[in-house]
């Protein structure tokens, strides 16, 4: 056994908290996944480096549940969150600190056809080359982290509302596939993305300034 397999091994092990079944993995994914969306709240932009780790641990747990769509999303996150680390540092057009903004009419429908689109083609993908057996679930709301991710990239307001949507259905398939602990911690984003959507409203670094549409 390798280094690596021993170490995934110990993280793996069964850890027992109050009435449900984890693994020290999955409580480490939880605490750094907490940790990033207080930092989102707050437009902290070392939010971005806890959801670079904590993607990072998530893609080994959900690999474990095959929630391949999940997993290969955590990759996708990976990417992006080095992208919305530069952009919330030099995005703006004067390269400086990105401010919170909202999308227009044409973004929001833009944003929309993504989502179907993502949808469409990741179920076909799932269904066809993977064992999953929520191809559906999982697309549509992997399609939908991608949405969401984006926009909290481009510092958009919608990017709450995305993810009050995905965060109170992925406690569902999480429920579904027995990992207790992430379903809480989903349940614990949505009351964090009704905050963040409030916070960011009042752009608190702009003077309470009406958003800008982009």
Do not use: C
């Not at 996708?76 to 680390?85: A, E, K």
């Amino acid at each position: 056994m390798t280094t690596l397999q021993l170490l995934l091994s110990y993280a793996n092990m069964p850890l027992h908290l109050a009435v449900f079944a984890t693994t020290p993995l999955e409580l480490l994914s939880f605490l750094l996944s907490v940790a990033t969306v207080w930092l989102n709240i707050r437009q902290s932009h070392w939010a971005w480096l806890f959801a670079i780790i904590s993607s990072a641990t998530y893609g080994l747990v959900f690999y474990g549940s095959r929630l391949y769509g999940d997993m290969g999303l955590q990759l996708v996150f990976i990417t992006v969150s080095i992208f919305g680390w530069y952009q919330w540092l030099h995005g703006d057009d004067r390269h400086d600190k990105l401010p919170v903004t909202s999308l227009s009419a044409r973004g929001r429908v833009i944003a929309g056809v993504a989502w179907l689109a993502g949808f469409v083609l990741l179920a076909w993908f799932l269904k066809t080359y993977t064992d999953t057996d929520v191809p559906k679930s999982d697309a549509f709301l992997t399609a939908g982290s991608l949405v969401g991710q984006l926009l909290l990239s481009r510092k958009k307001i919608e990017n709450w509302h995305v993810w009050i949507i995905v965060d109170v259905l992925y406690v569902g398939l999480y429920l579904h596939k027995h990992l207790m602990l992430t379903a809480i911690l989903y349940a614990v984003f949505v009351g964090m993305a009704v905050v963040g959507l409030r916070a960011w409203s009042g752009d608190t670094h702009t003077g309470g300034r009406r958003l800008a549409l982009e």
